[in-house]
């Protein structure tokens, strides 16, 4: 499966983006998806995720209560809506999905997208 996430961009804090992750090739409503996240000069982060129905997700503390993922296994797509964006947040969004659980382990995701960036001034 093919992963492409978009929606980044420069916003001030407080304001809110949603991201998409767009994938084609094999059925994607059979893999749990995740969102992880790198700022400079950091490693890459959980952010959270979705289980392949759409049933379960979870949140890394840093975003629970701000952060939302959603998706439309019709449309091929996982969503990450923030909220309250804070500086913090900036950094290069990516998504990935694994047929198994992943939970917020990178290792366990298979099939990564290329990252978006979300720049959020103060």
């Known amino acids: 499966v093919q992963l492409q996430a978009s929606g980044g961009g420069l916003v001030q804090a407080g304001d809110s983006l949603r991201l998409s992750c767009a994938a084609s090739?094999?059925?994607?409503?059979?893999?749990?998806t995740g969102w992880f996240r790198q700022a400079p000069g950091k490693e890459r982060e959980f952010v959270g995720g979705?289980?392949?129905?759409?049933?379960?997700?979870y949140y890394a503390d840093s975003v629970r209560g701000r952060f939302t993922i959603s998706r439309d296994n019709a449309k091929n797509t996982v969503y990450l809506q923030m909220t309250g964006l804070k500086p913090e947040d900036t950094a290069v969004y990516y998504c990935?999905?694994?047929?198994?659980?992943?939970?917020?382990?990178?290792?366990?995701?298979?099939?990564w997208g290329q990252g978006t960036q979300v720049t959020v001034s103060s």
């Open positions: 990935a999905a694994s047929p198994k659980y992943g939970g917020n382990s990178e290792a366990a995701y298979e099939y």
């Open positions: 090739g094999r059925t994607f409503g059979i893999y749990n």
């Open positions: 979705i289980s392949w129905s759409g049933v379960s997700t």
